[in-house]
């Protein structure tokens, strides 16, 4: 498991202690018994007092000690062109470098970073408010401007655009790949509840879920597999016969190899077994539909092999925790709200 410490400064926004919490816990729910990630908000003197307005009093986890064993820290932003924090902070931040962990700046916590001497000669970013303050305080970093984050050596930094998100999914692309990144970030978005949790719901005896086939065990089915798994020539195949019955002998058979050779294959490679992986690539068929095309729901148990209505509700609740046709309008009210305007409609409004 990696430990994630958020370095928490007085002064920090408080979506910068809620981006980084929300994308890591989802990332880590994907691997349900298996999480990858430990996030810790640390702080130099317990309580942190966030930025207003409605400014709350924040009680750390850990203090200055739980950085020591951190595989990443975060600073998030502290202020408008901030001071150095206090020295401790700076000698935690210099110790985590010295040891190999990852360092990430977000917004104003790039004026740490740099408040270090570390980013002297290295690319960094900012918001594009407080670039020309970090070049007069700190000439010898080579500041970048843009909306995506930026890497150099061990250091990540971010402009702070919704709480540093560009650079939490950044790094958990680089830990898990882009598959577990974008289903971060879908949950992050279109507020999806967490899945173990509608796992747990769906397997209550008062739940009244609908009668379907045994499923998987959640530890090993909710796990993504490797995203090099997708060329391969047996994944490829069930990817262009997912609307087919499909039958571990049948699958089996394609490749012509044994029922036992097959299933050490993929478990060897994804850590599921063949149905398993057969499931997951349904589930995520059904997704594309709602995402991208007109399909009715009615029709998308016969074009992703699920079967029926109610097994496509089921197992699509299981790893989304919602329904097909909530996820659907979830997903277009997100696409509406970063659509650009239409050109016709923006002229007509300048008349």
Known sequence: MSVVALLALDGIPAQHLSTPALLFGAASRMFYRRPPYELRVCAATRTVRTAGPGAVTVLADRDLDGVEEADTVIVPGYGDCPDPPPGPVLDAVRGAVGRGARVVGIGTGVFALAGTGLLDGRKATTAWTHAAELARRYPGVDIELGDWAVADGPFLTSAGVLGGKDACLRMIEEDHGVQVAREADRHLFLMLPDPSQALR???????????????????????????????????????????????????????????????????????????????????????????????????????????????????????????????????????????????????????
């Open 201 to 351: 719901a769906d397997t209550s005896p008062f739940s009244g879920a609908p009668s379907s086939p045994p499923s998987p065990s959640p530890s090993s089915d909710l796990a993504p597999p490797p995203a090099d798994f997708a060329t391969d020539p047996t994944a490829q195949w069930l990817e262009a016969n997912l609307h087919r019955p499909l039958t571990l002998a049948d699958i089996a058979a394609h490749t012509g190899t044994s029922v036992r050779t097959l299933t050490r294959h993929f478990r060897t490679r994804t850590g599921l077994t063949p149905l398993q992986y057969l499931l997951r690539a349904r589930v995520h068929r059904a997704q594309w539909l709602l995402e991208h095309t007109d399909t009715p729901v009615e029709q998308l148990p016969s074009r992703t092999g699920l079967g029926t209505p109610a097994n496509l509700r089921h197992h699509f609740h299981r790893f989304n925790g919602t329904t097909p046709s909530r996820y659907r309008e979830s997903f277009r009210a997100l696409v509406a709200v970063f659509a650009p305007e239409p050109t016709g409609r923006a002229e007509r409004s300048g008349h």
